[in-house]
């Protein structure tokens, strides 16, 4: 039998969904997931511009998804929420 879900919770789950629903944010995800990275790295490795990573940055750590850590005038970013290497993984055997 299926547990019946709040619509608290099914809100969360969709707005969590939703700040990983773009192509650029995944990436972050694939990258993040091998070690923390700094906006510039991440917008090489990425092949985008600094203020466009920043900006999908800036929705994931909204969420919760990432967090940062300031060094100096470096700011790293790391997987914040532990969720999102189960739902990547789901997503990579499927894709």
């Known amino acids: 039998?299926?547990?019946v879900v709040s619509e608290e919770k099914l809100e969360a789950?969709?707005?969590f969904l939703k700040a990983l629903?773009?192509?650029?944010?995944?990436?972050?995800?694939?990258?993040l997931?091998?070690?923390?990275?700094?906006v510039k790295n991440l917008?090489?490795?990425?092949?985008?511009?600094?203020?466009n990573v920043s900006q999908h940055l800036s929705i994931l750590r909204n969420k919760g998804i990432v967090g940062c850590k300031r060094d100096g005038s470096i700011v790293c970013y790391y997987i914040?929420?532990?969720?999102?290497?189960?739902?990547?993984?789901i997503l990579s055997?499927?894709?």
């Open 1 to 3: 039998m299926v547990e």
């Open 13 to 15: 789950w969709a707005e």
């Open 21 to 31: 629903a773009h192509p650029i944010r995944l990436r972050i995800i694939s990258v």
């Open 33 to 38: 997931i091998e070690g923390r990275q700094c």
């Open 43 to 51: 917008s090489e490795l990425l092949h985008t511009s600094q203020p």
């Open 80 to 89: 914040k929420d532990e969720r999102v290497l189960e739902i990547y993984k």
């Open 93 to 95: 055997k499927e894709v």
